[in-house]
């Protein structure tokens, strides 16, 4: 019994380090799980991702950690202004030509926006309202100005497209990040269901160590008189009696461990216990040895390259190549350039004034052009040397992983219709384990065999039980990593 019960736990903590087998199948794979009628296990993964806490902190931490990976790109959005001032100062005569006063009232308008290719635009309006006091004369007169200016950074945001990468990036992590979410998802999907299975086994020993406990009393019974007349030794009912000890340890012991996990489920999942009182293990196998011939014969279909884990290194790698080019433009020449022109106006008439940018009356042009002479950078080479290492890692891990997966699933196929045949073979041998010792029970009551014999037959008969358990454990391990292949659990992401 604490054999099985290493074992199942080994296999289960085996997949769960190594469950990286979740890979995207075709159209004609993926559409078998929609067309197919709702199974028990998929009513309750349903459930599942319903009320796992696990689901839905990873589901709100991907939202969370995409917007914070977003807020770089706020300085690719529009951005706009309106500027409203009013300057009034009288000042002393200095001369009979001095102005006494000056007023100026000016509005401003103007938006701005930086475009992904790293190309920054300006436009801009301003007209202002000059009114000056002179001794003997005044001057009242409306200065209009419109203006469209760009810069862009030849070097880093033309040539190496600094910007464009620096969106690309962003983009690339953000699919990280929900690659990383369907992960943690799928991975919570398969331990409730290893769960699962782990319950619905330890309830199944139960029920049949309580069968062989209810004989072990039967046969414990009739010893007790046997010793009264004298008819048999002391040691075989010492014996007997210890056999039934056992067996009430062994059905105490599963029950606690029953009840603990259980309670595991329902607080790590957020269940009620209606959603896996229902399952037997009988049942359980057969649903699950349905679903795993559903998939079968589709080895064909499966592209190995479209799994999460080598999805996520694809991402891993474009990230690393944008932010190659963001730094290799950190190591060249500074080239910025910046063109602006602009439309103006000038008349005691604010209508006149505005006639006079409708027709270009006056105009004025900028062109500017500055150089940085090139320094050798320390930091930006390093960690251009250091993003070409990385680059090399995730390529080196992705060429291991696809051979892991591609492995790792050959071994599945080759196995487990090889494990099925043996557990038929297994099942049969429990049948005739079970038949030979109910007819050792009949001639032990009938005083052909004695009380050694028959402890041997239900040695032979728990190890039949215990062969059988064991492997069916295994199986449905394998079948829970197999269909993981064919994408069974993303219609729950």
Known sequence: MLKFLILFLFTQDTYALNSSNFLRPDLESANLNADSKTTNIEIFLEQITKNSTIIK?????????????????????????????????????????????????????????????????????????NLIQFPSDRLDYYFPDLSFEIKANLMDDIIYQQSLNK???????????????KIKVRQNLVESLLDLVNIVEIKNEVQLEKQICSEIKKQNTMLVKKRARGSISRRDALT??????????????????????????ESKYNLNPVSYDAFEIESLFLE?????????????NINFEQTIELETLKQQLQVLKAEGQQLKALNQTDVALEARYGLRGLNENLSDSQANIANSDFQNYYLGLRINLPFKDRT??????????????????????????????FVLKETLDENLLIYEKLEENYTLSRQILDEGLKDF?????????????????????????RLRSQILVNIVEYIDYYNYFERYY
């Open 240 to 265: 007997s009696q210890k056999e039934l000890n056992n067996c009430e340890i062994n059905i105490k012991t599963l029950s606690n461990q029953l009840l603990a996990r259980e309670k595991s489920l």
């Open 57 to 129: 902190n990873a589901q709100l931490e991907f939202a969370s950690a995409k917007l914070l990976n977003e807020i770089e790109l706020s300085e690719f959005d529009w951005s706009a202004f309106v500027n409203v001032s009013r300057l009034s100062a009288k000042d002393p005569q200095r001369n009979p030509f001095s102005p006494t006063q000056n007023e100026v009232n000016s509005l401003g308008l103007g938006v701005a926006k930086k475009w992904q290719y790293g190309i920054q635009t300006n436009l801009n309006y301003n007209v202002t309202d």
């Open 167 to 181: 969106v690309l990036k962003i983009k690339q992590q953000n699919k990280s990040l929900e690659l990383e979410k």
């Open 380 to 409: 930006a080479e390093s960690l251009m040397a250091s993003n070409s290492y990385k680059k090399d890692i995730v390529g080196v891990n992705y060429q291991q992983t696809l051979k892991q997966k591609q492995a790792q699933f």
């Open 288 to 300: 699950v040895k349905q679903i795993y011939k559903r998939f079968s014969d589709l080895e064909k």
């Open 445 to 469: 009551n009938n005083g052909r065999i004695d009380f050694f014999n028959l402890t041997e037959l239900r040695k032979a008969f728990l190890i039949s039980q215990s062969q059988m358990i």
